[in-house]
């Protein structure tokens, strides 16, 4: 009788640490899902949608409320991130250089404006001053030209340093 309560005890502490081995297996998955998830935007319709980026992705991923597949839209370039704006238009900052942000219309059809200030016209003061807000963290790197004058300047001292070497050189020989 004492044989099986212990086979029992041991039976037990098994499947505990199994379920103990599951949990943290599927906690593991679930934050490698997290660590390559990029960007998460819902919108604000009365059937609302979810807008996911994955890192260094194409692709937007749009879901349902109930987490459904819906769609997947292709940008054309990285995605660094994503926001629904009032009108449930989602906006995209891409790393396309020709085109860094890119408009779907609520359908996800693309709106092929570079920057269409006239849908944020469209909107009230309050809610476009709210969307342009929202569009700066959108942009992960501000270009503020610095690395151009820096570069353009180092090229310039260099041809001044080496025009006035000359003349050094030339007072010398006199």
């Known amino acids: 009788g ?11 502490q098994a499947a505990r640490k199994q ?18 998830l990029r960007s998460l935007a819902v919108s604000t319709a009365a059937d609302p949608h979810v ?14 409320a109930a987490l459904q597949e819906l769609r997947t839209l292709d940008a054309g370039a990285p995605v660094y991130s994503a926001s629904f704006d009032p009108s449930n238009r989602l906006w995209l900052a891409t790393a396309d250089a020709l085109q860094p942000i ?5 359908d996800y059809e693309p709106l ?10 469209e909107l009230k003061y309050n809610e476009a001053s709210a969307t342009i807000c929202s ?7 501000v ?5 151009v004058y820096f570069e353009k300047k180092n090229k310039r001292l260099e041809q001044e340093g ?13």
């Open 2 to 12: 004492e044989g099986e309560g212990e086979t029992g005890d041991a039976e037990q």
């Open 19 to 36: 379920r103990q081995a599951a949990a943290q297996a599927a906690e593991r998955d679930r934050q490698a899902q997290l660590a390559k």
């Open 51 to 64: 807008a996911v980026v994955e890192d260094r992705s194409n692709k937007v991923c749009v879901l349902s």
């Open 102 to 106: 890119k408009v779907f219309s609520p």
């Open 112 to 121: 092929p404006e570079l920057f269409p200030m006239d849908l944020l016209r």
């Open 135 to 141: 569009m700066r963290e959108l942009v992960k790197n």
């Open 143 to 147: 270009m503020d030209g610095s690395e």
């Open 162 to 174: 080496k025009k006035s070497s000359k003349r050094v050189k030339e007072d010398e020989d006199d």
